[in-house]
């Protein structure tokens, strides 16, 4: 062999044994831990940013593999989680929970039969006002705001206007079309007779007390000008909370006809009985004075909404 084939040999042998110590390592070998592997970034341009080389020699054979670094999962800053519970929590009402909305039948399509219903929850210690809330549609966007109510209702006059306080138990029914007495009120022992001319959705509840017992009767029906028995067996046949629409007969006692037209009707009802304890009923009529449908008959969630925008309760149908 002469000496230039010598010194090549030389040279080759030089290059493959920095190829092997590169492809083992290089320069980070020594940074792998004993007995086994070590993890460093690989020089290869293009991917150095994002896997690591991996090699292995305990086998005795050297062998360098590329592998994707762990993601760490996204932590959230405590402070960045509890801004966004806050952000929910100021979503809900404080009285959630404590009045609810249900559908009655918000599916009609006739305004003054198309009613929904609030109920105050008999677990509640408080009186709740309900004016100043708001209803809404998000399937039409429609909304409209509970107004203020008599708390004691005439007819045929101007009534005084309230905030409507929901005790405990008690019931709403919102009704789309216009009332057929001109005001929104609350239900007593007397307003069955608002009944009989009227119609109502649903219908008032009759619980007039008869007129047979009542105080004024009592007297009426002994001592002088006592009421006769023609007079009393008419109005003991005459159904509670109605007055009299048909002419009396013309043979009627004059103390009968005169007691039929002043004392049996709403406003006697209302004088007699406004003092008692029981005369207030649970229940309360809104209307809210429109003439067309406001909730659709199917795919309608309907949302109920405090006096500052915050969501109470809501149906879906």
């Known amino acids: 062999m002469t000496g230039g084939e010598f010194f090549k040999w030389i040279v080759f042998a030089f290059i493959g044994l920095f190829v ?35 090699t292995n020699n305990q086998s005795g054979s050297t062998e360098t593999v590329l592998r994707s670094p762990r993601v760490r999962p996204e932590i959230k800053n ?11 929590t100021k979503k809900i009402s404080l009285y959630q929970d404590k009045i609810s909305i249900e559908r009655g039948t918000a599916t009609y399509t006739d305004p003054s039969a198309e009613y929904l219903v609030l109920t105050n929850d008999r677990k509640n210690k408080e009186k709740i006002n309900i004016s100043g809330w708001s209803i809404t549609s998000s ?10 109510a008599s708390y004691l209702p005439y007819t045929s006059k101007t009534n ?4 409507i306080f929901l005790s405990p138990g008690d019931k709403a029914y919102v009704t789309t079309g216009r009332s057929p007495i001109g005001t929104s009120f609350r239900t007593n022992l007397c ?16 619980e007039c007390p008869r007129i047979v017992n009542e105080e004024n009767f009592k007297i009426k029906i002994s001592g002088p000008n006592a ?9 003991e046949r005459m159904r509670t909370c109605t007055i ?34 029981d005369f207030y009923k649970s229940e309360w009529r809104i209307f809210l004075n429109r003439d067309e449908e406001l909730w659709k008959a199917k795919r309608e969630t309907i949302r109920l909404l405090d006096a500052d ?6 149906l879906s149908y």
């Open 160 to 163: 005084p206007q309230q905030p």
């Open 78 to 88: 405590p402070l960045e989680k509890e801004s966004e519970q806050t952000q929910e």
């Open 139 to 148: 399937a039409t966007g429609k909304n409209i705001t509970i107004g203020e």
């Open 227 to 235: 009421l006769n028995d023609a007079c009393i067996d008419f109005i």
């Open 20 to 54: 092997l110590w590169f492809l083992s390592g290089g320069p980070d070998r020594g940074a792998t831990q004993q007995g086994g592997a070590a993890a460093t970034t690989s020089p290869s341009s293009g991917i150095a940013g994002y896997f690591s080389a991996y």
């Open 244 to 277: 009299n629409a048909k002419p009396l007969p013309l043979t009627m006692q004059y103390e009968c006809s005169s007691f039929i037209n002043s004392e049996i009707n709403y406003q006697t009802c209302v004088t007699n009985h406004k003092n008692e304890e």
């Open 309 to 314: 925008g915050k969501v109470i309760d809501s």
């Open 191 to 206: 307003t069955g007779y608002f009944e009989q001319f009227q119609d109502f959705k649903p219908s008032l509840k009759n």
